[in-house]
């Protein structure tokens, strides 16, 4: 079963591998560590947003995550949280994990390095801001820049009462760009974002980032890390790698329905026409690079 969010997301995973600022990961990783050294029983983590669950699989594969811990994976989106109960088992299998089915779950174990994991999944459909719940640590990848920003440092902050962290990478944060560059991209670009801002009914912010490092210390946080995470695809010779192309064909699809708001005076329909078509001919020539700037965010509550 997959609907073309979740083909979306899935494209979406190897661009954020290697957006993921590293600095800021590994910050993360040292307060996890430290969390389960104070701890008797597993680190428990929740992610909001959790999409079709790349960030457990990426957390586990890349042994971020403390020997163990609970990874309550929350999203609004059932279809998202079906496909991540359908490929998870494979994704962790592929990592030297045994996967059994427990509840509405996982339980992956596996020994390596003298050390026994056991990670313990939850997989649950339902409004990251009506959760309730204790965390040591949150994730929010990809999340605050399309919710309520205040009410999503509020939950969060809610969840983390005992203290703990909050990890936002791939924060969105007012950059978006194409090569090769075109007389209309600034405007365009400009429009976008405003839609973000002013125009969309859903919530979010084209400067995410920025305004949450400015909203966290009101929202009980402090800042202890932060760091570019900068999407940036690019086609190797005549193809993209990993379906990166329906990544891209996806966003475009995106600031087309955005540009589409705006009247005739602002915009001109066949301008923008002309654009998309010219960067989804480049896309299938395999000519067009895409930049996104984002921020990972680290902070304590
Ligand atoms: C841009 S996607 C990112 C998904 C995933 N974190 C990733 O990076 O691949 C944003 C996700 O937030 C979810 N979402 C939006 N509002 C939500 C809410 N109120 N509660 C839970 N999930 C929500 C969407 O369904 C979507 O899966």
Redesign the pocket.
């Known amino acids: 079963m997959s609907g073309s ?1 979740q083909r979306y ?1 899935e494209s ?2 190897s661009v ?1 591998d290697r957006a993921l600022n590293r600095r800021v990961l590994s910050r993360f990783a040292d307060g996890l560590t430290a969390r389960a050294r104070e701890r008797d029983g597993p680190v428990r983590l929740v ?6 669950g ?2 457990v699989h990426r957390l586990a594969a890349w042994d971020v995550l403390p020997p163990r811990l609970s990874y309550r994976a ?4 059932e279809g ?1 949280i079906a496909y991540a109960g359908e490929r998870l088992p494979e994704w962790l299998a592929d990592e030297g994990y045994a996967v059994e089915g427990r509840g509405d779950g996982l339980l992956a174990r596996k020994e390596s390095g003298g050390v026994d994991r056991r990670l313990e999944i939850s997989l649950e459909t ?4 009506a959760i309730e719940g204790t965390a040591d640590a949150v994730v ?4 605050l820049d ?2 309520d920003l205040e009410a999503a440092l509020s939950t969060v902050a809610g969840l983390l009462r005992d203290g703990g962290l909050l990890y936002a990478p ?1 924060t969105f944060d007012g950059g978006t760009g194409f090569v090769p560059t075109h007389p209309l991209d600034d405007r365009i670009e400009r429009l976008y974002h405003r839609h973000m801002d002013e125009l969309r009914d859903e919530p979010g912010s084209s400067r995410a980032g920025s305004r949450a490092i400015a909203r966290l210390p009101d929202a009980g946080f402090s800042l202890l890390e932060v760091g570019g995470a900068d999407w940036i695809v690019h086609p190797h010779g005549n193809a993209y790698p990993d379906d990166e192309d329906v990544f891209v064909d996806h966003l475009l699809g995106t600031i087309d329905g955005a540009l589409a708001a705006y009247p005739q005076s602002v915009l001109e329909p066949a301008d923008r026409e002309r654009w998309i078509e010219l960067r989804r001919g480049q896309l299938d020539r395999c000519e067009l690079v895409f930049v996104a700037h984002h921020l990972d965010l680290l902070a304590r509550a």
Do not use: Q, T
């Not at 339902?126 to 801001?129: K, L, V």
């Open positions: 969010m997301l979406k995973r954020d992610e909001v947003g959790a999409g079709v790349a960030m929350v999203d609004v989106d998202s339902a409004d990251a801001f929010a990848c990809a999340f399309v919710v791939i």
